[in-house]
């Protein structure tokens, strides 16, 4: 019997832990997972996949109807790319680097973000948090520096919270949108996370 999840109107990551909790309880099988929000739906999915899972989405209405296929453990490829020996988060919780001027703190993380495709090791992700979002979404002046270093496959993370919170959830420009389960298994996953 296919077991259905209604996580609709819960706030990130409760989807994201309901699936895990319940794909944990079952060795293979079926699942679907009931959302209404397109940022909760990303990231059932990405979180689905990334546990070798199948994943078919449906839209209906206002929901969205993710159906989640888990195959024997044998079958199964999680995505073990966090576990690299070369796996660096950088973590920007403001639009700004360092303290002080605010003026130079801008001008100071744009020459950040723009450095980082010139230098070794290359991060495996960035973190976007609080105000360190609208560099992310619209009239950011480093977006496009953020699209390359996408382009060079390096996670673009944006907190859903933190959009919604700003209300700039429809204006994300690059990366994703994510929640806190994503974020803390991705900074607990890191050999090392730099916070400019």
């Known amino acids: ?20 909790k319940a794909l944990e309880e079952m060795d293979e099988g079926k699942v679907t997972v009931v959302v209404d929000s397109a940022i909760s739906k990303d990231n059932v999915v990405r979180f689905a996949t990334n546990q070798g899972c199948e994943i078919h989405v449906e839209e209906k209405g206002e929901e969205f109807h993710i159906h989640v296929t888990k195959g024997t453990p044998g079958d199964q490829q999680p995505d073990d790319s966090s576990t690299s020996s070369t796996n660096i988060t950088i973590y920007v919780h ?7 001027d605010d003026t130079l703190g801008k001008i100071l993380i744009t020459g950040f973000i723009k450095t ?4 070794d090791p290359k991060p495996t992700r960035m973190i976007f948090v609080n105000s360190g979002i609208f560099l992310t979404t619209e009239g950011s002046e480093v977006i496009d520096a953020l699209k390359e270093l996408e382009e060079m496959g390096i996670e673009i993370l944006s907190c859903g919270t933190c959009l919604d919170f700003f209300d700039r959830k429809e204006k994300l420009k690059v990366g994703l949108a994510s929640n806190m389960f994503d974020i803390t298994s991705a900074l607990m996953q890191s050999d090392k996370v730099i916070i400019p």
């Open 116 to 119: 980082i495709k010139d230098v």
């Open 1 to 20: 019997m296919k077991q259905v999840i209604d996580a609709r109107g819960k706030a990130c990551p409760q989807p994201v832990l309901m699936t895990k």
């Open 94 to 100: 403001s639009d700004r680097m360092g303290q002080g």
